[in-house]
């Protein structure tokens, strides 16, 4: 995995093209039950053996999106006592953010890493 932020000039744009889509493919859960984690998991297993960026971008979202899951599981149990509510608003704004960043910097060739992520997968 890269772990500079400099964008990588060895990279084709079918690898960057990848990456992004593994960020993007988490926005699927909005039309698709549990589609912010299949998206990236369908990236992962499709690009694992061809792409080492676009794997490890898949990875990375997959487990941001594990991680916002059990985040929303707690924000909806901590609904029961009102503060679940905001912070399931709070979650849900910092997941669109974070992804469209994350994506972003797929396209432009860099790798990077969610704050705040348990790593599941690696």
Same mark, same amino acid.
């Given at each position: ?14 690898d960057?093209?990848?990456?992004? !889509?593994?960020?993007?493919? @988490? =926005?699927?859960?909005?039309? /698709? &039950?549990?589609?912010?984690? #299949? ?34 599981? !707690?924000?909806?149990?901590? @609904? =029961?006592?009102?503060?679940? /509510? &905001?912070?399931?608003?709070? #979650?849900g ?30």
């Amino acid at each position: 995995m890269n772990t500079t932020n400099a964008p990588s000039s060895s990279l084709s744009q079918e690898d960057r093209n990848w990456g992004m !889509i593994a960020h993007l493919s @988490s =926005l699927s859960g909005f039309l /698709i &039950p549990f589609g912010s984690v #299949l998206g990236p998991l369908i990236v992962y297993l499709v690009k694992r053996d061809q792409s080492s960026f676009a794997t490890d971008c898949a990875r990375e979202a997959l487990n941001f999106n594990i991680t916002v899951a059990i985040g929303l599981v !707690i924000c909806l149990c901590l @609904s =029961l006592v009102f503060i679940g /509510i &905001p912070l399931m608003i709070a #979650l849900g704004i910092a997941w669109l953010v974070l992804t469209i960043v994350a994506a972003v910097r797929a396209s432009e060739g860099t790798q990077y890493r969610y704050p705040a992520t348990i790593r599941f997968v690696k």
